[in-house]
């Protein structure tokens, strides 16, 4: 059952979102690009907010840390902080290492040798001379030793121009209310939203909450995951910039956007879809 319904999922059919969750239909505006990698990791925000935005600050790198790389080739100027405390330069080192013995054992290949070592090389370039690595974890309070919040976040940033990038696996719910504390100090910011069904009241009331400083201008699926029997996605990357930044109340019906939006898995068809109002 569940193997049918995840090839199902993937069809070309349009999904029909209900009207219920209009609120989350994005609010037409001009200039949207694709900042990072064709495909997952990779996100679409209005190109005025790379040239106003003077900080990054990233939640989330795993293995990948594409979006930051192009967002400073686009805006040269912009500093950066990234926070994610499963990933180091030590562990990368440790991994190729692993990699290599791996294959000297037949048990792996040059080929990931190579892509290992390239990881390497540039995790510590990127962070030696773009970027600062936190290598801890962004919470809505310090539980653990590597716990930090958005206090100390934005305390070190010391800007009033900050971009959010978000993407922490649903802890993202946990610190909305402290983002809302800064929010007079965030140009725009792309959250990637997780198990919208089973923690639907905690989405919807999340969204709302952002709603009250910020405007979704662009909304995509995650098509990794599955969908919600409403027909809702389970994860959703969204776009938030200011309210006071939108000229028109026009909505977008249709999603995604060609040429611009792409599948988080390219093996498989991207989710189609509609909001009727």
Not at 56 to 85: Q, T
Request: include cysteine; charge should be negative; glycine fraction near 4%.
């Amino acid at each position: 059952m569940a193997q049918s319904l995840l090839e199902s999922k993937h069809s070309s059919e349009e999904l029909v979102i209900p009207s219920s969750l209009n609120f989350i239909a994005p609010t037409v505006v001009d200039g949207l690009i694709r900042v990072g990698p064709t495909n997952d990791g990779g996100y679409v925000i209005p190109e005025f907010l790379i040239e106003e935005a003077d900080f990054l600050v990233s939640f989330g790198l795993d293995e990948d840390w594409s979006f930051d790389e192009h967002f400073k080739k686009l805006n040269p100027s912009i500093r950066i902080h990234a926070y994610d405390h499963t990933i180091s330069e030590r562990l990368l080192l440790r991994r190729l290492l692993g990699s290599i013995a791996r294959t000297c054992l037949g048990k792996s290949s040059l080929k990931n040798v190579s892509r290992r070592f390239r990881l390497l090389k540039s995790y510590s370039a990127f962070f030696s001379n773009s970027g600062k690595h936190f290598q801890e974890r962004v919470y809505s309070r310090p539980d653990l030793s590597y716990d930090t919040t958005l206090d100390k976040v934005f305390a070190r940033a010391n800007s009033e121009r900050v971009f959010l990038k978000i993407d922490i696996e649903g802890s993202e719910y946990r610190i909305i209310d402290d983002i809302l504390k800064f929010a007079d100090r965030i140009v725009g910011m792309v959250i990637e939203f997780h198990d919208t069904e089973p923690l639907r009241s905690v989405f919807a009331t999340s969204i709302r909450k952002l709603q009250a400083d910020f405007e979704i201008v662009h909304l995509h699926a995650n098509n990794c995951s599955g969908i919600g029997r409403d027909q809702l996605p389970e994860v959703l990357e969204i776009t938030f910039i200011k309210k006071s930044r939108c000229q028109t109340d026009m909505k977008r019906t249709s999603l995604p956007i060609p040429l611009i939006d792409s599948p988080n898995n390219s093996s498989v068809d991207d989710y189609r879809m509609k909001f009727i109002f």
